[in-house]
């Protein structure tokens, strides 16, 4: 078995949740992640390992004679990590980007995180965008983030891990005297000639800006021009009765003053969400954040997919998505 030079306790408590059940579902399970998230991260182990650790059959899992080797070792290491923290006694804070204030998704999964886990200090940020925060987490002025992973540059996904979390259904902010505003749903085809705002020019959001233009790509929907980069609800709803554009959003929205929101469909055009970590991170408040994605994930059918759900091919490469 080939020596690594590094490994990620992560990495280790994955194998050995397998080792101890036989079994991806229950160790999943116990792990509270998705179980293709589970098997993600044993085949990246044995990659940098060289070896194979399971036998997997259709009817059971068994460990080989390098899985067998590697059980002890695993079982110390995260021992000695359990000791180091306990021998420190306090945990560091947990620093949790959110994006803007008034967005759903993030603050759920905080807020269920601090039920989880009562003594530990999970600290909310705002950095506006998962491009921006991205930067910071790798510089480790920040813990996590929220928001496309797949619209991140190589760059920055080359240091980060991440938790598909949730499919958000895209929504457009209308003026209330738009054409449109009457609709309960707006078709995408009916923005057809508009120039939609979607943060073009805001160096924190290319994420979005991009998903936007996969979803107007060949229907006739320009992405506005760059307005001017407006800080705070006041400032953004100022800056957007300016210019009039409508604007892309998704359905938790935070409501605005002389606006309506409204859902978009034919097709359902979906945001995918990411907690968004940097790699070798290991605190247990990451545990507790995927741990609370994946409870309200499971009881709210964040993962699933309309029969008409619209998602960027990049993106789909990356997770898996029920229908």
Known sequence: MPAPTHLDPRLLRAFLAVAEELHFTRAATRLYVAQQALSRDVRRLERELGAELFVRTTRQVTLTSDGERLVPHA???????????????????????????????????????????????????????????????????????????????????????????????????????HRLAALPEVPLAELAGEEVYAGAGNPRTPEW?????????????????????????????????????????????????????????????LSPVSLVWRKGLTHPGIDALRRAASELGAAEGWLQRPADGWIPAIDIAGMNVHK
Do not use: C, K, W
């Not at 003594?119 to 929220?146: I, P, Q, W």
């Not at 991009?210 to 229907?219: I, K, M, P, Q, S």
């Not at 307005?227 to 359905?251: D, H, I, K, W, Y």
């Open 75 to 177: 079982r110390r290491v995260l021992d000695a990590q359990d000791a180091l923290i306990a021998a420190f006694g306090q945990v560091r804070p947990l620093l949790v980007d959110l994006n803007s204030p008034g967005l759903g998704t993030g603050h759920r999964v905080l807020l269920r995180a601090r039920e989880l886990a009562p003594d530990l200090e999970l600290m909310a940020r705002y950095e506006s965008g998962l491009t921006g925060a991205a930067a910071e987490v790798l510089a480790g002025r920040l813990d996590a983030s929220f928001g496309r992973y797949a619209g991140l540059a190589p760059a920055l996904r080359a240091g980060l891990d991440h938790q598909i979390v949730r499919l958000e259904r895209m929504a457009v902010v209308l003026p209330e005297d």
């Open 209 to 269: 800006t991009d998903l936007a233009r996969l979803l107007f790509e060949g229907r006739g929907i320009a992405v506005a021009a760059p307005a001017p980069l407006a800080v705070g609800r006041e400032e953004f709803q100022r800056v957007m009765s300016r210019t009039r554009n409508p604007v892309l959003a998704v359905v938790g929205f935070p409501a605005m003053p002389q606006t309506v929101l409204r859902p978009l469909v034919d097709p359902v055009p």
